[in-house]
């Protein structure tokens, strides 16, 4: 299997020529200045799965503390019993993602507070409406020194103008915030079929590797590219087209206009982004996080 990739970083005042440089998911940082405590915020079905993920990476890698804690937004089951008490059991989440264990080093949680307790590798991954909240309920409560990553997919428009979750993080919770966004179905992940994701990283190379290192599998391939934002408006705006391309076909156009709605639908989604931030790259809509994932979502809305 093909080892992920880093997108190479030109020096300042030279034109940036990109190449693949080789980073292994298999190479370990040296565990014995520190272990890495992971935190997953959110446990619907995108969540159970990225839970997944860092759990066998988490048990593999001795970089990072065997047990993942997953906050879950606690519910009653028709049962009666409580859904975090259930996913402790079987160690499945029975209502979200039945059917597939998440890895024994996973604790379900129902208390924000205490599931983020001494993490200092963040993973939120909840609707997006929720997150001021949760992030105002995190103020004073986690590691100065935590690093997050965003896998939720959309954006906070409010009256002054549209703010990306993984601003709203940082600037609520006074830490860097890297995002995730990728072709990723997730009940296809789920049961291992071959999926891609790029990581958004800001400045710090070594963080990008570390969230490689976590999501990294033999059937998840991640990618890093230095560019947050694109990569981060391309898993929000590809929702936009999709909904064309849903007309298209309540209206029985056609796979060659569903096909021109895709091209165009990308080209403005480029567009926009350089509009809100000029700073980003024409090469991150050719990632998972770009073309992959507006067709993935374009042909599911189709299903």
Same mark, same amino acid.
């Given at each position: 299997?093909?080892?992920? @990739? ?14 693949? $440089? %080789? ?16 935190? *997953? ?8 799965? @990225? ?22 937004? &606690? /519910? ?9 008490? @259930?996913?402790?059991?079987?160690? &499945? ?38 997150? &001021? ?13 935590? &690093? ?8 906070? *428009? ?18 860097? +915030? ?9 009940? /296809? ?9 790029? %990581? ?16 990294? $599998?033999?059937?998840?391939?991640? $990618? ?9 408006? +391309? ?9 064309? @391309? ?42 998972? =996080? ?7 979502? =374009? ?5």
């Amino acid at each position: 299997m093909a080892p992920a @990739a880093f997108e190479s970083q030109a020096p300042q005042g030279e034109d940036t020529v990109s190449h693949n $440089t %080789v980073f292994s998911s298999s190479t370990v940082i040296d565990a014995s200045s520190h272990r890495s405590k992971v935190s *997953v915020i959110g446990s619907g079905n995108w969540g159970s799965v @990225a839970s997944k993920l860092i759990a066998s990476n988490a048990l593999r890698l001795t970089s990072f503390h065997d047990e993942v804690r997953m906050w879950v937004y &606690e /519910e009653t089951l028709q049962s009666g019993e409580k859904l975090t008490d @259930a996913i402790n059991r079987t160690n &499945e989440n029975v209502k979200y993602l039945p059917g597939i264990k998440l890895g024994k080093n996973v604790v379900a949680d129902p208390d924000l507070e205490n599931a983020v307790r001494d993490a200092d590798m963040l993973v939120f991954v909840t609707p997006h409406q929720f997150m &001021e909240g949760i992030c105002k309920r995190l103020v004073g409560k986690i590691r100065p020194d935590a &690093e997050a990553i965003s896998l939720v997919k959309g954006m906070e *428009v409010k009256m002054e103008g549209p703010c990306m979750i993984s601003s709203l993080i940082s600037q609520i919770l006074g830490i860097n +915030c890297s995002v995730l966004m990728g072709a990723n179905i997730a009940n /296809e992940i789920a049961v291992e079929k071959f999926s891609e994701a790029t %990581v958004g990283y800001r400045q710090n190379r070594d963080v990008a590797e570390r969230w490689v290192q976590l999501f990294y $599998t033999p059937y998840f391939i991640v $990618t890093a590219v230095q560019d947050v934002e694109g990569v981060e408006l +391309c898993g929000t705006l590809k929702n936009v087209v999709a909904i064309a @391309a849903g007309f298209v076909d309540g209206l029985e156009m056609g796979n060659n206009t569903k096909a021109a709605i895709m091209r165009l639908g990308l080209r403005e989604m480029k567009a926009f982004s350089k509009l809100l931030f000029p700073s980003v790259k024409d090469s991150t809509f050719f990632e998972s =996080c770009g073309v992959a994932d507006l067709i993935t979502t =374009c042909c599911k809305e189709a299903n």
